[in-house]
């Protein structure tokens, strides 16, 4: 560079050494913006990732539940083809107090004992679902009513049509 003053020319030279400067300088870090800016996208990621996690979970507890009274649906069968009877509890089965995945022990009602009827699952139109037994698990809530109806029972996992259903209480 020449600067003109008082007659005299002078030279500046920059010299830039190698390593030194603002082009060689090297960055050590992130900026704030950019932290800001992964982690906003990792929230939008797990505010996706959360609630598909939890229904994926659900569904899973729902067809162990379907499993479940598939298997001890068998196991009553098997019982009724040698005792010519339901049995009266679960345990006379062999099945001891078996829980849901919700952690709720199955509820299991033998048609044929007195006042069951009383106690049934019931459809839309009152009508017990089952003429043999009932056999169910009432569900991610733990609460549950006679009809399928009902507000607390639409998410029970219900044995209906002697066995020709298994499934959540709203799709019967």
Same mark, same amino acid.
């Given at each position: +560079? ?5 007659? #005299?020319?002078?030279?500046?030279r920059?010299i830039?050494?190698a390593?030194?400067?603002p082009?060689?300088?090297?960055r050590r ?6 932290l800001a ?5 990792f929230?939008v990621?797990?505010s ?5 996690w939890?229904?994926?979970r659900?569904r899973v507890k729902?067809d ?6 598939t298997? +001890?649906?068998s #196991?009553?069968?098997?019982y009724?083809?040698?005792a010519?009877d ?8 062999g099945l001891?107090?078996p ?10 009602l033998n +048609?044929?004992?007195r ?14 679902i089952n003429?043999?037994?009932d056999l169910?698990s009432?569900g ?13 029972s639409?998410d ?8 020709k259903f298994?499934?959540p209480?709203?799709?019967?």
């Amino acid at each position: +560079m020449e600067i003109a003053g008082g007659g #005299a020319v002078r030279r500046e030279r920059h010299i830039e050494h190698a390593g030194r400067g603002p082009a060689a300088r090297t960055r050590r870090g992130f900026t704030l913006v950019e932290l800001a800016v992964a982690l906003g996208i990792f929230a939008v990621l797990m505010s996706l990732a959360v609630p598909a996690w939890n229904g994926y979970r659900e569904r899973v507890k729902r067809d162990q539940a379907i499993r479940d009274i598939t298997m +001890m649906s068998s #196991a009553i069968e098997r019982y009724f083809q040698d005792a010519r009877d339901y049995p009266p509890s679960l345990a006379d089965v062999g099945l001891g107090d078996p829980k849901d995945p919700w952690g709720n022990s199955y509820r299991y009602l033998n +048609m044929n004992a007195r006042g069951a009827r009383g106690h049934a699952r019931k459809d839309h139109s009152l009508v017990p679902i089952n003429t043999d037994f009932d056999l169910y698990s009432m569900g991610p809530d733990g609460r549950s009513a006679p009809p399928l109806t009902a507000q607390m029972s639409r998410d029970d996992i219900v044995r209906g049509n002697n066995g020709k259903f298994v499934g959540p209480a709203a799709d019967y």
